[in-house]
């Protein structure tokens, strides 16, 4: 099968002047250590990044600030998404923006929000999964930004966040190094259970009843979603939720967009294609955190597999994406 003319990336990070800091958390020095360049990598909102994309065949990537950071810092949000604004200026047919915002200040993050998307020409925004005490966003307090969200017609990318330490000590730790501890608190467990956790939470607290249009990202094939939604589904819990008209199979057709990040096999993708709309699924990498050259094998092996027809691999790689952040015509014009 022909490999699809151009591709959109939508989970690509960068690390930006006005939220310093990030270098000293415990989260990012145990990355760092592991991943060595991407101190370096995060902070290259140009030419090097470029040159990585090339390498991987990525037309264009949405950038988006590194999470657990900047989540009670309105200041530094709004000066940090003013830099992405300028890096996204100067290589117009390269770089489109998601938004960081303060979200431990609701209406504060709705107007960030408006002024990112109405004045600087963002796509959305993404944003960590939870504040710093791991609160979710299900609460009335946050319903002014969510209203926001839903009428500028703009998604949201939920993002995985680094637990507090007592958290990690308290669920992840066990009979085993510091490194496991890690991984399981993050990318080999945690980060995605608790994702998919507030997909539900949201769903609960009728969230996508009130606000029904809004549009929700999850990256990494859907959070462990699409495989339990069956039964998520089946079970009795939440129906015993009053006023609740939007199940959770309704809110994932009609509420929910994922991406590939950071997976980069078929056999959750199977998983996926049974449970999700094609034209809701998005292709991503989770650069630096990734290999970028993971990205192009993929999607040659999905070209390859027969999984998708030629017209569903080319929505995955880059028509979906046009589509959600109103991109059309951004990569034919470059």
């Given at each position: ?5 151009r ?25 760092t ?22 390498s991987a ?11 657990n950071?900047?989540?009670s810092?309105v200041?530094g949000c ?8 300028e890096?996204?200026?100067k ?18 993050a709705?107007k960030?929000?408006e ?13 960590d999964n ?8 299900d ?5 002014p930004f ?6 500028l017609?703009?998604p949201i ?9 007592d958290?990690i000590?308290?669920?992840?730790a066990?009979?085993?190094g510091?490194?496991a501890?890690?991984?399981f608190a ?9 994702v ?9 607290a ?15 094939m ?5 495989f339990?939604?069956d ?20 809110a ?8 590939t ?6 056999e959750?993708?199977a ?6 709309k ?6 991503s990498i989770?650069?630096?955190f ?6 192009p094998?993929?999607?040659e ?18 028509k979906?994406?046009e589509?959600?952040?109103?991109l ?7």
């Amino acid at each position: 099968m022909e490999l699809p003319p151009r591709t959109i990336t939508l989970e690509e990070h960068v690390a930006l002047p006005s939220l310093a800091g990030w270098t000293e958390l415990d989260a990012y020095v145990a990355v760092t250590r592991a991943f060595p360049k991407t101190a370096v990598t995060l902070t290259d909102c140009s030419e090097g990044r470029i040159a990585a994309m090339n390498s991987a065949q990525v037309s264009l990537q949405v950038l988006s600030h590194i999470p657990n950071i900047g989540i009670s810092d309105v200041a530094g949000c709004r000066g940090a998404n003013n830099e992405m604004a300028e890096a996204v200026k100067k290589n117009p047919h390269r770089f489109a923006g998601f938004a960081v915002l303060p979200m431990t200040y609701p209406e504060e993050a709705a107007k960030e929000l408006e002024r990112a998307v109405t004045e600087l020409g963002f796509c959305g925004a993404l944003i960590d999964n939870s504040l710093d005490d791991m609160t979710h966003y299900d609460g009335e307090r946050f319903w002014p930004f969510w209203a926001t969200a839903e009428r500028l017609g703009v998604p949201i990318y939920l993002h995985p966040k680094y637990p507090p330490q007592d958290v990690i000590q308290s669920r992840f730790a066990g009979n085993y190094g510091p490194g496991a501890t890690s991984g399981f608190a993050s990318a080999l467990w945690g980060w995605h259970e608790n994702v998919g956790l507030h997909f539900l939470k949201l769903c609960a607290a009728g969230v996508f009843d009130r606000f029904p249009k809004l549009k929700i990202i999850l990256g990494h094939m859907g959070e462990m979603v699409p495989f339990m939604l069956d039964r998520i589904e089946r079970m009795p819990f939440l129906k015993s939720e009053k006023n609740l008209r939007k199940t959770p199979r309704q809110a994932w057709a009609d509420n929910i967009w994922i991406t590939t990040s950071g997976m980069f096999s078929l056999e959750p993708l199977a998983t996926v294609l049974k449970t999700t709309k094609v034209e809701r699924i998005l292709y991503s990498i989770d650069y630096p955190f990734e290999d970028i050259s993971l990205g192009p094998k993929f999607i040659e092996e999905l070209a390859r597999s027969g999984v998708v027809t030629k017209e569903e691999l080319d929505m995955i790689a880059y028509k979906n994406a046009e589509a959600l952040l109103g991109l059309e015509g951004v990569l034919a014009s470059s």
